[in-house]
């Protein structure tokens, strides 16, 4: 096992921690696009700045990723790509305009990239995960910075039909399922992962 820094931002660097990756192991057969950034400002108050960079995180970071790894998969039989996406990318928020629309982008980006693949008969697969609140540092960032953190976190679980907030081991058993043999058939799919959030 071994790590590489990477900018998500930076298609150069994704070729050279490709070409790395490939010198040590010979193969690629998974890529999960996790790298995310959350913004809550509303089409008013957004400053141009943060606008371009929760783009260039959320929908740039993920299209070089996918571009990179359908490049490395094909040439050695295949493969699974899975984007995190968001309920965010499937229903709006008031105050998450750059949010709203990069996960938007990235669940339109999975779906192209998944025809394009089968289209050329690449025998690789690209889905989207879409999950609501996780007990992860994005959430607890905004939960620690609330003028009530312990009201905003009951408040968050209170939101969930389940009754509370995600654990993160429930996104990797996702991710898990759609990167192994066990989802040969599926692609160009959405997994939401939101307690009954979006179903309410």
């Given at each position: 096992?071994?790590?590489l ?31 995310g ?37 094909k ?20 105050n ?29 697969r690209?889905?989207?995960?879409h ?5 992860t ?64």
């Open positions: 096992m071994s790590a820094e990477l900018d998500v931002t930076d298609d150069v660097a994704w070729k050279a921690a490709f070409a790395t990756v490939l010198a040590r192991y010979g193969r690629l057969d998974a890529l999960v696009n996790n790298a950034i959350a913004s809550f400002r509303d089409i008013e108050t957004i400053e141009d700045a943060e606008w371009h960079r929760t783009m260039a995180v959320n929908v740039d970071g993920t299209f070089f990723g996918c571009r990179q790894a359908v490049i490395a998969m040439a050695t039989g295949g493969g699974s790509i899975v984007n995190i996406s968001s309920i965010a990318g499937i229903i709006g928020g008031r998450t305009i750059a949010y709203n629309a990069a996960k938007g982008a990235v669940r339109l980006l999975t779906k192209s990239v998944a025809l394009y693949c089968a289209h050329k008969k690449y025998a690789i690209c889905n989207s995960v999950p609501t609140f996780i007990q540092p994005m959430v607890d960032a905004v939960v620690n910075v609330s003028r009530d953190p312990e009201a905003t976190a009951a408040a968050l679980a209170a939101s969930v039909p389940l009754g509370r907030i995600g654990h993160a081991h429930e996104v990797a058993d996702m991710l898990l399922y759609l990167v192994s043999d066990e989802s040969q058939f599926v692609t160009g799919s959405e997994f939401v992962i939101d307690g009954g959030y979006t179903a309410a």
